[in-house]
């Protein structure tokens, strides 16, 4: 799996778009990303994934550059309750490869 | 609540003991993951079981040991403990049939060796 760079932190002010970066200048046309967070000591939680193409959900937006080599993960109105590492993973979506290799992430605080 | 159940919460120990953390995945998915999050080493990858048998392994000790039941929860033996095994152990599911479809994770079973 391509290796991934994100900042160790980051704040932003509460009510304000989150713009969480993340490099991933070796990804492979096969991978995708996935953008996970944890908030203090709890369990991953699932955000969004992309292979190309800019995606949006409930929680997240992300975007994906054209040559795929860096993406950003936005939240778009950050609340306290979005204080959390933020982790940033590339992988191959194939059977007997599923695995998730978290690096460093990116701590976000939310400011009030 | 992500679905997924694990079983205790915490767990105090001393060194040299054997333990088992056990993990209920979320119903219907057949894929299950240990992870290991260590204050110095983060989320690191142990092993996948997909439907009772063992799919992917990565940096897990001789001293561990996992293994699926038919009914599809899953436990993690962790014998002859060491103080650096202390340490938050995930277990996470994923449904079956997509390879690109994300994990829920469970709450973490916190491991304390003295």
């Known amino acids: 799996d391509a290796k991934t760079t994100q900042p160790p932190s980051m704040d932003c002010a509460e009510g304000r778009a989150a713009n969480l970066p993340c490099n991933h200048s070796?990804?492979?046309?096969?991978?995708?990303v996935y953008w996970y967070r944890q908030i203090h000591s709890q369990g991953p939680q699932y955000i969004i994934h992309g292979l190309k193409n800019n995606e949006t959900n409930e929680m997240a937006s992300l975007i994906i550059t054209e040559d795929r080599k860096s993406s950003t993960l936005i939240l778009p109105h950050a609340t306290l309750r979005d204080t959390a590492v933020y982790y940033c993973?590339?992988?191959?979506?194939?059977?007997?490869?599923?695995?998730?290799?978290f690096g460093t992430g990116t701590r976000l605080t939310i400011i009030p | 609540d992500s679905g997924v159940t694990q079983t205790p919460k915490h767990l105090i120990t001393a060194t040299g003991q054997r333990v088992t953390l056990r993990c209920s995945p979320r119903s219907g998915d057949l894929s299950v993951y240990w992870y290991q999050q260590s204050l110095d080493q983060g989320l690191q990858f142990l092993i996948q079981y997909y439907n009772g048998e063992e799919r992917a392994k990565g940096n897990i000790l001789e001293r561990f040991s996992a293994q699926q039941f038919p009914d599809l929860h899953s436990e993690l033996n962790l014998s002859s403990l060491e103080l650096g095994d202390s340490a938050l152990y995930f277990c996470?599911?994923?449904?079956?049939?997509?390879?690109?479809?994300?994990?829920?994770f469970g709450q973490g079973t916190r491991l304390t060796v003295v």
């Open positions: 070796t990804i492979s046309g096969n991978e995708y």
């Open positions: 996470a599911s994923r449904p079956p049939g997509w390879a690109n479809t994300e994990a829920f």
């Open positions: 993973i590339v992988r191959v979506a194939n059977f007997g490869n599923e695995k998730l290799t």
